[in-house]
């Protein structure tokens, strides 16, 4: 009869050999998240790994989006082909060592066209071993604006992000006075947003978007801050656009006393907000 530690001694005999036949083995697959588009720069893609000193016939493979584009059968030189055909420097080296030398690509000038997902492959006679990872290429914003659209009772931010990839994430905020302590501080709430878009442009891929952002006419202290805030996801890049509000009183009425007061209103405002600086 078994007895259980002899079962677990076996179990760990067999776990450990199995270990011990993988023969390859990528620590990692270094790919920037993100890179700016057409920015003239150059990536680096790295593929580390480790295999045994007897194993033979090895062979490193990258591949965009399932496509091949770069392979190094040692003792060869490596070459790049398909979408990346010209754009691999084929004399980078990522180390020194014979095994491992020609493992990463060096992409020059990467563009929207060769964003995906990388995946690098290693095998030998005996094994093989993928890992993969996304590199995003993102075109900033051609332009970053907000408008004011006001009635009697509601005043409208409009914030449009135009010619963007890939589509990016829009936010209103408006700051809010804080006086505690005879301290001056700002915090930004959200705009409730009433409206938004998003277009993509057929012919370039590019995304236009807008929304738009609410707020009480009560509510809205002349001189307030209005923040626009664009992200683009997985990039970390962020933009920031913002609008000095005052009330268009002129929209509001026609009586020329009104006319006269909102005037005298807008500079005794705007005066508080350069004192408010000071
Ligand atoms: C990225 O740059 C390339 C090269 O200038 C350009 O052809 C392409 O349209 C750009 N991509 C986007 C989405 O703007
Ligand atoms: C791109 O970079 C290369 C080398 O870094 C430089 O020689 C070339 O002038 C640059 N091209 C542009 C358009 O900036
Ligand atoms: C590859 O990764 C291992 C483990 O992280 C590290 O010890 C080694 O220095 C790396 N090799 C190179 C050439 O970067
Ligand atoms: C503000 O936006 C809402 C929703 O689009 C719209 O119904 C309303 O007429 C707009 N008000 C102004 C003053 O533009």
Redesign the pocket.
């Given at each position: 009869m078994f007895q259980f530690s002899e079962l677990v001694f076996v179990y760990l005999i067999c776990s450990q050999s199995h270990i011990f036949l993988n023969g390859i083995q990528i620590?990692y697959v270094q790919v920037p998240a993100a890179v700016r588009n057409n920015s003239n720069r150059s990536a680096i893609l790295d593929c580390?790994y480790s295999i045994r000193p007897d194993d033979t016939e090895l062979i490193v493979k990258w591949f965009l989006n399932e496509e091949l584009i770069y392979q190094w059968i040692p003792p060869q030189s490596p070459q790049s082909l398909g979408t990346l055909k010209d754009n691999i420097d084929l004399d980078y080296k990522a180390?020194d060592d014979p095994k491992?030398v020609y493992r990463a690509i060096k992409i020059n000038n990467p563009t929207t066209q060769i964003a995906g997902e990388y995946k690098c492959q290693v095998s030998t006679l005996a094994d093989e071993d993928f890992s993969m990872k996304n590199m995003i290429v993102f075109e900033p914003e051609a332009k970053l604006i907000i408008r004011k659209r006001m009635d009697d009772k509601y005043v409208n931010f409009t914030c449009l992000a135009s010619d963007v990839y890939p589509s990016p994430k829009l936010f209103l905020y408006k700051d809010i006075k804080n006086n505690l302590y005879n301290k001056t501080s700002f915090f930004r709430i959200r705009l409730s947003i009433v409206e938004w878009d998003v277009k993509k442009n057929p012919n370039t891929g590019k995304y236009t978007v807008f929304i738009v952002g609410v707020d009480h006419l009560a509510e809205l202290e002349p001189g307030t801050l209005i923040h626009c805030e664009l992200k683009i996801p997985g990039t970390g890049y962020v933009k920031l656009k913002t609008l000095l509000y005052y009330p268009d009183f002129y929209t509001l009425g026609n009586g020329c006393l009104k006319h006269w007061l909102n005037r005298n209103l807008i500079f005794y405002a705007f005066t508080l907000y350069l004192l408010g600086n000071y």
């Open positions: 620590n580390n180390s491992t």
